[in-house]
């Protein structure tokens, strides 16, 4: 009788599997991380590459957000560093979720943001060789070892002027190489301060890929013969990533890099206002899986957007917005060229 007693009685869920993970697909990330340690059962299905596809593409489907991150950088900074993340709905413009991840490794007050990837963000500094991802959601963060491109800089200890007059590419891109594997993309500027014999490619650029499997970077031997736009984000679209040139000749392109073949090439149409254009004047984004471009006229304040059609290298026209029916502080401080 005692030993029934000391029993553990386990009750059989009456809801079907599939059913439970409908449900779990509704609740938000903080839930799931605890849920995660009530079953085993539960814990596989919701670290199953399956769900989190499924859950990723509910999130995309539903209320449009707005990610904010704060570094709070400060004069004397500290050897660590916190930095929050807020993320806002922008139908409503109320704050939906607050995460605050505190990191080890200092920055020297120079902190780039990647573009989102599942997720996913890269946080690194051009002046130390701080690299992480991190996952708001889950608190979860990895330290990667530096890119080459960070290591250099250390070690040429630019002073404040110098580094005021570089014009080399700080941003590197955070993009989705298969189901399960990631990769980071840092194409720069060759200058005196990243010399590097180890590089197989003295042009005029290089490039830096991160492995996460192999949990290293590699150069790749041939990159673009144009110099890249130092402060424009790179754009992530359908299975490429894009930069913007500086004006060569009276011309800027768009180099375009096939993250599978890993090669590059130059867009072969470009829209003439785009490439006559000083790439200053241009914002470049994603919209849709797809690469956009814009340039705000200053006579007329109109703001054309175009989108390119991967299939043939065509652009189309998909927008046209009258800055001046929808003035605002930060409209007159962007048309101010």
Same mark, same amino acid.
């Given at each position: 009788?005692?030993? #029934? !007693?000391? $029993?553990?009685?386990? *009750?059989?869920? %009456?809801?079907?599997?599939?059913?439970?993970?409908?449900?779990? @697909?509704?609740?938000?990330?903080?839930?799931?991380?605890?849920?995660?340690?009530?079953?085993?059962?539960?814990?596989?299905?919701?670290?199953?590459?399956?769900? #989190? !596809?499924? $859950?990723?593409?509910? *999130?995309?489907? %539903?209320?449009?957000?707005?990610?904010?991150?704060?570094?709070? @950088?400060?004069?004397?900074?500290?050897?660590?560093?916190?930095?929050?993340?807020?993320?806002?709905?922008?139908?409503?413009?109320?704050?939906?979720?607050?995460?605050?991840?505190?990191?080890?490794?200092?920055?020297?007050?120079?902190?780039?943001?990647?573009?989102?990837?599942?997720?996913?963000?890269?946080?690194?500094?051009?002046?130390?060789?701080?690299?992480?991802?991190?996952?708001?959601?889950?608190?979860?963060?990895?330290?990667?070892?530096?890119?080459?491109?960070?290591?250099?800089?250390?070690?040429?200890?630019?002073?404040?002027?110098?580094?005021?007059?570089?014009?080399?590419?700080?941003?590197?891109?955070?993009?989705?190489?298969?189901?399960?594997?990631?990769?980071?993309?840092?194409?720069?500027?060759?200058?005196?301060?990243?010399?590097?014999?180890?590089?197989?490619?003295?042009?005029?650029?290089?490039?830096?890929?991160?492995?996460?499997?192999?949990?290293?970077?590699?150069?790749?031997?041939?990159?673009?013969?144009?110099?890249?736009?130092?402060?424009?984000?790179?754009?992530?679209?359908?299975?490429?990533?894009?930069?913007?040139?500086?004006?060569?000749?009276?011309?800027?392109?768009?180099?375009?890099?096939?993250?599978?073949?890993?090669?590059?090439?130059?867009?072969?149409?470009?829209?003439?206002?785009?490439?006559?254009?000083?790439?200053?004047?241009?914002?470049?984004?994603?919209?849709?899986?797809?690469?956009?471009?814009?340039?705000?006229?200053?006579?007329?304040?109109?703001?054309?957007?175009?989108?390119?059609?991967?299939?043939?290298?065509?652009?189309?026209?998909?927008?046209?917005?009258?800055?001046?029916?929808?003035?605002?502080?930060?409209?007159?401080?962007?048309?101010?060229?």
């Amino acid at each position: 009788m005692e030993a #029934a !007693e000391n $029993q553990v009685v386990v *009750a059989p869920s %009456s809801l079907p599997n599939e059913l439970i993970e409908e449900i779990f @697909l509704r609740l938000p990330v903080k839930v799931l991380i605890r849920l995660r340690s009530l079953s085993k059962q539960w814990k596989v299905t919701l670290e199953s590459l399956s769900f #989190a !596809e499924r $859950q990723l593409k509910i *999130a995309k489907q %539903s209320r449009l957000e707005l990610m904010v991150i704060d570094s709070r @950088l400060k004069r004397n900074p500290p050897p660590d560093i916190k930095v929050g993340f807020r993320t806002f709905c922008l139908e409503s413009g109320s704050l939906l979720s607050f995460t605050r991840i505190n990191i080890s490794q200092g920055f020297d007050n120079c902190i780039l943001v990647s573009g989102n990837c599942d997720g996913l963000f890269c946080i690194h500094s051009p002046k130390t060789q701080s690299i992480y991802v991190v996952n708001p959601a889950t608190r979860w963060l990895r330290q990667l070892p530096p890119a080459r491109f960070q290591i250099l800089m250390h070690k040429f200890n630019p002073t404040l002027e110098e580094w005021i007059a570089m014009d080399s590419v700080f941003h590197l891109a955070f993009v989705k190489a298969a189901a399960a594997d990631y990769k980071l993309v840092w194409l720069y500027n060759s200058d005196r301060y990243n010399a590097d014999p180890s590089c197989p490619n003295q042009g005029v650029t290089k490039c830096e890929v991160f492995d996460f499997r192999a949990n290293a970077w590699r150069y790749l031997a041939c990159t673009p013969s144009y110099r890249i736009f130092p402060t424009q984000k790179p754009a992530y679209a359908n299975g490429s990533v894009y930069w913007l040139t500086e004006p060569h000749e009276g011309r800027t392109e768009v180099v375009d890099f096939d993250i599978h073949t890993e090669t590059f090439r130059l867009l072969p149409k470009i829209i003439p206002a785009i490439a006559s254009s000083d790439p200053s004047h241009i914002d470049m984004c994603t919209l849709d899986n797809h690469l956009c471009m814009s340039k705000r006229e200053h006579v007329t304040r109109i703001q054309d957007i175009w989108r390119l059609k991967p299939s043939d290298d065509t652009w189309e026209k998909i927008f046209s917005i009258d800055l001046l029916s929808c003035p605002s502080p930060q409209t007159e401080i962007l048309d101010q060229f």
